[in-house]
């Protein structure tokens, strides 16, 4: 199922990047893409931040054999 999202998304994109390529020139697709991409961080920051924090890290490992 993971295959067939990631191969529609680049259809998609293609497409996508294809059409404002046209109309806007070949630097469009990157800024629309960098935009996306700033939203999308945006959006997401606070989910982000408890991601890649993982407290277990922050003990020594003798530590935490007790």
Do not use: K
Request: proline share 3%.
């Amino acid at each position: 199922m993971n295959t067939i999202c990631v191969f529609g998304g680049l259809v998609a994109g293609s497409l996508i990047g294809g059409a404002l390529a046209a109309r806007y020139g070949v630097t469009a697709p990157f800024w629309f893409a960098f935009v996306g991409s700033a939203v999308f961080v945006v959006a997401l920051w606070r989910q982000l931040m408890h991601i890649t924090h993982d407290e277990t890290h922050d003990e020594p490992e003798a530590a935490r054999q007790g």
